[in-house]
C-alpha cells in the first residue's frame, strides 16, 4: 500500500481537490518571512478544520 502526500497547499480549493484525488496526507507552506507563497497558521487551521470533515487525518507543515 502506497502512502500518497502533497505539500504546498495554499487554499481550501486546492486542499478539497487533493483530499478527493485520494491523498492520505496533506502539507502547507507556513510563514517562514521570507517567501511569498507561505499562508499563515489561521489559513492552516481554517483548512484542516474543514478538511478534517472530508475523511484527512494527518497533516504535516514545513517549519
Known amino acids: ?3 500518497i502526500q502533497i505539500a504546498g497547499i ?3 480549493s486546492e486542499a ?3 483530499v478527493a484525488a485520494g491523498a492520505d496526507m496533506i502539507g ?3 510563514v517562514l518571512g521570507y ?3 507561505d499562508i499563515d ?3 492552516v487551521k481554517k483548512i484542516m478544520g474543514h478538511v ?3 475523511g484527512i487525518k494527518s497533516y504535516f507543515c514545513k517549519v
Open 16 to 18: 478539497e481537490m487533493i
Open 41 to 43: 497558521s489561521h489559513q
Open 28 to 30: 502547507f507552506p507556513l
Open 1 to 3: 500500500m502506497s502512502l
Open 10 to 12: 495554499k487554499n481550501l
Open 52 to 54: 478534517k470533515f472530508l
Open 35 to 37: 517567501h511569498k507563497e
